[in-house]
């Protein structure tokens, strides 16, 4: 490291490179610097020589000291006193960085008027640089006056304005570069001019508020720690206490929220240290801050329900006590409101039993009345109206039949002779009858025609038939006829 690589061999890097052991040097960047044979680069620092002349035409007898403070370090010299008229160069300051504070100690009444000169590294050539317009001067050992050149107060001191005063109660300051007092938190305290803050100790009872100690509140407890601890809900305290004890209620109270709350309608406590008011169950009943319940029984036709009796509906019944029901009334029973029992319900003939009531028969069927539940069917060759308790004959007139409790007229060549008839008859194919007819009538046809189907029809040829011939015959094979024949005749000649 620090050479490289020149003529089969090593030399060392020049001033301002460095090298870490490769074949060639590297060059420092421009604001930093190195002497030969480096292995890194430097920060370039500054050298300062201090000036010394009089200020105010004044004369300053004696010693003072000198402290000058950059960004990279600080030096303090001591400087002889000066006569009027006379200027002199002190001592060099090295080192330091950009120069941003000087102090001057016991510097007498007047002071001395300083500048610095910036001397670069290797050529030393002098640039003249004036101090500011204020610097720190601390004569007597008093609070040190904050001036531009430096914005950061030693330890103890905080700024304000141009001067450095003592960090006040309960903050601090440790460090002696702080442009303020750092305040301590609400926990500690410090007295006025303090490097640091203490915790506070609190004793049982109290717990740490603004930088003291203050008593916890009600319902709280500390043994002395920085915080009170709430008391369980159960629990009670006064202020400033160190410990929580337990909450007693009178019977028919609940201990709620470090308190004694009373029982509502229907819920007793023992007391004590209960927490919960229990719910009397259906059949019981309590006053409001009740420490016990009562258990209460209902009359006949009514039930328990929320801790008092109510009234059971229409056809239903309970037997009172302890009962929480009212029972339903079988469908052919009924009650009425408030009632310990049912009755069975007896209806009159035409009418059935149903929903605890009495309803009439519908239209062809019947009933006997009394406790039945359903009403019968009429067959289909009888009728009944509605609400009837018996069912009669259907009667049909000539050319009708009887069909679902009533009558019906048939269609042409059938006939019926009514009364109970439930069918009517079809005509022989050699008869016809009209809608409605009590009987079939002959057909008369003429020679040639058939009777068929209830109609005279036409014969075709080689057939023959006389009036009153349900059929056609057909002509021998040796003879003819020709359509709506009554005879053949002829002979076939081969």
């Not at 239209?363 to 009944?384: K, L």
Request: aromatic share 6%; proline share 4%.
């Amino acid at each position: 490291g620090g050479q490289y690589v020149k003529n089969h061999g090593c030399d060392e890097c020049p001033q301002n490179t460095y090298s870490t052991g490769v074949t060639s040097c590297t060059d420092c960047p421009s604001t930093q610097t190195s002497p030969e044979g480096s292995t890194k680069c430097y920060e370039k620092l500054y050298d300062v020589i201090i000036k010394t002349a009089e200020k105010n035409n004044a004369r300053t007898g004696g010693t003072f000291t000198v402290k000058i403070t950059g960004d990279k370090g600080s030096d303090t010299v001591s400087v002889a006193g000066i006569e009027r008229d006379e200027e002199k160069t002190l001592y060099l300051i090295k080192d330091i960085g950009l120069p941003s504070c000087v102090t001057v100690y016991n510097g007498g009444e007047n002071g001395v008027q300083l500048s610095w000169v910036k001397v670069s590294h290797g050529s030393y050539t002098t640039t003249t640089f004036p101090f500011p317009d204020y610097w720190i001067e601390d004569h007597d050992g008093d609070s040190p006056e904050l001036g531009n050149c430096r914005a950061k107060c030693p330890p103890r001191y905080g700024k304000d304005g141009k001067l450095c005063k003592p960090c006040g109660v309960n903050t601090y300051n440790s460090q002696d570069t702080a442009s303020a007092c750092t305040d301590c938190l609400s926990t500690q305290i410090s007295p006025e001019g303090s490097t640091s803050c203490k915790n506070v100790i609190c004793t049982g009872g109290q717990y740490v508020k603004n930088h003291g100690c203050d008593e916890c509140p009600q319902n709280t407890y500390s043994t002395g720690v920085t915080s009170c601890t709430d008391c369980p809900s159960t629990q009670i305290s006064l202020e400033g206490s160190t410990s929580c004890s337990n909450v007693t209620c009178e019977s028919g109270k609940k201990v709620e929220n470090h308190d004694c709350t009373t029982c509502l309608t229907n819920t007793i406590s023992p007391g004590g240290d209960s927490r919960k008011c229990e719910r009397c169950k259906g059949n019981e009943k309590s006053d409001e801050g009740a420490g016990s319940r009562i258990t209460f029984t209902c009359e006949s036709g009514k039930k328990v329900k929320n801790h008092g009796c109510i009234t059971c509906p229409k056809n239903t019944f309970s037997l009172g006590g302890d009962s929480i029901k009212c029972e339903r009334c079988q469908d052919n029973e009924k009650s009425d409101e408030e009632a310990g029992s049912c009755v069975t319900v007896t209806c009159s003939a035409g009418k059935f039993v149903r929903n605890h009531d009495c309803e009439e028969c519908p239209r062809n069927t019947y009933s006997r009345g009394c406790t039945a539940i359903n009403c019968t069917a009429c067959s289909s060759t009888h009728f009944s109206d509605r609400g009837s308790g018996s069912c009669s004959p259907v009667i049909c007139e000539s050319g009708k039949k009887i069909e679902n409790h009533s009558f019906a007229t048939r269609m042409n060549d059938t006939f019926s002779l009514g009364g109970n008839s439930t069918k009517c008859e079809r005509c022989q194919g050699n008869e016809k009858s009209h809608e409605g007819a009590g009987f079939c009538a002959t057909l008369n046809c003429t020679d040639g025609e058939a009777a068929y189907n209830h109609t005279c029809n036409v014969r075709p040829y080689n057939t023959f038939a006389k009036s009153g011939d349900t059929n056609c015959t057909k002509c021998p094979s040796t003879k003819v006829s020709n359509l709506k024949a009554s005879k053949c005749e002829g002979s076939v000649t081969l």
